[in-house]
Every structure is written in C-alpha cells, then in structure tokens.
C-alpha cells in the first residue's frame, strides 16, 4: 500500500511555513527546523531551549487560566502570527505565553 505524503513531512522546510495548514506532525518538523536554524536558542529570549528561560522572563506573571490545558507540558513551542498563520521560530512555552499575554503574539 503506498501512502500519499507532503513533501513537508520528510525534507528541510521551507520556513516560514503556514501555522494553520500543518498538520501536528508537520507542526513538530517545522519546530524542529527553526531549532536547528536558532542554534537550538529561543527566537524571543535567546536562551537555549534545554535551558530555562531568563529570570526576568519567569518572574512575569502569567494568567495561566487563558491557556489550554496541557499547554505547558511541552517545553518548546512554536510560535507564529495569528493574524497570518506565518510561523515565526521555535520558543520556550513560558516565553510563548508572554508574547501572548504581554505582546498580542
């Protein structure tokens, strides 16, 4: 049986890729893409993904009740404009949260 792909599921993405027409794991490539891009460093605080955002990013305080559930069982988001769908890069889901919240992002 052969299986109908997207030639965004198995090759480097052309970036910025449309947010609303991925699907989750086209989603996770493009993230994976704008890691790689980033030098695995957050597009909006520059720290590593591995690592915690900075202090001054943490210590701003998040209406956690504005967010899905499960939002922030993952670390590493992907953000992109909601007006456009375009993806912007891969963050951490704090620094997500903040672009949201502090940002209109």
Known sequence: MF???NKLDFKD???PANYDKLTHIQRKRVREQYTKNQNGRCC????KLTEDPPDK??????????????FF????HLHHNHNTGKT??????????????????
């Open 3 to 5: 299986f109908k792909t």
């Open 13 to 15: 993405i052309e970036l």
């Open 44 to 47: 909006y605080c520059n720290n």
């Open 57 to 70: 990013i943490l210590k701003l305080k998040i209406h956690l009740e504005l967010f899905p559930v499960k």
């Open 73 to 76: 069982d993952w670390p590493i």
């Open 88 to 105: 912007v890069g891969a963050v951490h889901s704090w620094c997500n949260s903040v672009l949201w919240e502090y940002e209109n992002e």
